[in-house]
């Protein structure tokens, strides 16, 4: 009996830091591929044909973390990270999608600000969906309006898909014409 139970705490014991060790390393080789890509990205706005597939691969990696330890501290940040190399690729729709699973799964993770701003602005700007920059929008407005992405986001809410009309609203909210600018630049020209 005593020879069995040392064999099941053993085996337990195995299990758990094998368990670890699993973690680790995927850590470490997310680290390594992170690290390799990063400095990729900040040097070429577009990517290769490999950088791609690396980016690709990193990407997948952050997804496997997230499927063996969905509960880990990390998983938010790995999520806003693959959301971002996906803008970088470009692979917008896909950068939408990790978008909305950041959202729906880890909903009050602190990445969750910073994930909604870019997929307002992916959806806007590249996607042209607006109705889906507007939802974002609307999240930043009803859940982070003190936050840095809440200024001016009833204007931007409003001017979704009309970037010349936002200018002009937010100028006339600060009380500066308009005009102003433009004639300035008329006279630049001059």
Known sequence: ????????IGSMLVMVFSGCNGRDKQLNQIEAQSTALDSIMRAHPVLSIEEKAN???LVESYMAFIRDYPNDSLCPAFL??????????????????????LIAEY???????????????????????????RAYLTIIQDKFAEGPYGV????????VGDPEGLFRAIRERAGIATDTVE???VDAVK
């Not at 009996?1 to 099941?8: D, E, H």
């Not at 190399?85 to 999608?97: G, L």
């Open 1 to 8: 009996m005593l020879k069995r139970n040392i064999f099941l």
């Open 55 to 57: 980016a690709e691969e």
């Open 80 to 101: 806003l990270k693959a959301a971002m190399i996906y803008n970088h690729v470009p692979a917008y729709k896909k950068s939408i999608e990790v978008t909305d699973r």
């Open 107 to 133: 909903p009050d993770a602190p990445e969750v600000e910073q994930a909604v701003a870019m997929g307002a602005r992916t959806a806007e700007d590249f996607l042209k969906d607006y109705d889906k920059a």
């Open 152 to 159: 001016n986001v009833d204007l931007q809410i409003e001017y």
């Open 183 to 185: 004639t300035a630049s």
